[in-house]
């Protein structure tokens, strides 16, 4: 289990170029591979998990796929936080490992019914910016699309998440970047994104 605290911000997408120039960005070391990210969401029919504020997907990566589920977490001023519970996919829903009991007993309870609502397909690239002794910041640049069935959606996102220190160290960045670059705060997550494009289809 882990508590993701993350910055998120939207920019259009004629701005990448110059956000993978500014300083902050350009002079930070690439923390792993960039590259595709494809997630499918699950969920029942009647959108039990979204209406607990749970989130579950299945990530392709190039080591295998993962299981992630999220809980209900806060989000305001485009900072968020929530627990997170990652395991590696072993051909079938494993909920064994989220150790918050609600969170766990509504996934059981679900998991025969589970079917996928939508697809996120971006490409990340990850840069570390390295405040201090234990204290750093992720920066991740997220190009790509949202889709559900013919429904789809552009993703232009850059999100800072806390990799340890305080999470002011997020502001500060944010605001660096947001004096040069056209930079907006998003309360929005992909997931949510992602629902409300599936709505379209069977809300």
């Given at each position: 289990m882990?508590?993701?605290i993350e910055l998120k911000l939207i920019f259009?997408?004629?701005?990448?170029?110059?956000?993978?120039?500014?300083?902050?960005?350009?002079?930070?070391?690439?923390?792993?591979?960039?590259?595709?990210?494809?997630?499918?969401?699950?969920?029942?029919p009647d959108q039990m998990l979204r209406s607990h504020g749970v989130g579950l997907r299945l990530r392709q990566q190039p080591a295998g796929a993962v299981q992630t589920v999220k809980s209900a977490g806060t989000s305001s001023g485009g900072l968020s936080r929530r627990l997170e519970w990652e395991t590696p996919w072993t051909g079938a829903f494993d909920f064994s490992g989220v150790s918050d009991p609600a969170t766990a007993a509504l996934l059981d309870g679900v998991?025969?019914?589970l079917v996928p609502v939508f697809v996120t397909c971006f490409h990340r690239e990850t840069r570390r910016i390295q405040i201090g002794p234990g204290a750093a910041v992720l920066v991740m640049i997220d190009t790509g699309h949202i889709e559900a069935g013919?429904?789809?959606?552009?993703?232009?996102?850059?999100?800072?998440?806390?990799a340890?220190?305080?999470e002011d160290?997020?502001?500060?960045?944010?605001?660096?970047?947001?004096?040069?670059?056209?930079?907006?705060?998003?309360n929005v997550?992909?997931?949510?994104?992602?629902?409300r494009l599936a709505c379209k289809r069977f809300c």
């Open positions: 882990a508590l993701e259009p997408a004629e701005a990448l170029p110059a956000i993978m120039a500014h300083p902050l960005i350009a002079g930070a070391p690439q923390e792993g591979t960039p590259g595709v990210l494809k997630s499918t969401y699950f969920d029942t998991k025969d019914g013919e429904e789809t959606a552009p993703i232009h996102e850059l999100e800072l998440e806390l340890g220190g305080n160290e997020l502001f500060r960045i944010a605001g660096t970047l947001q004096k040069d670059l056209p930079l907006t705060a998003g997550s992909k997931a949510q994104r992602g629902y």
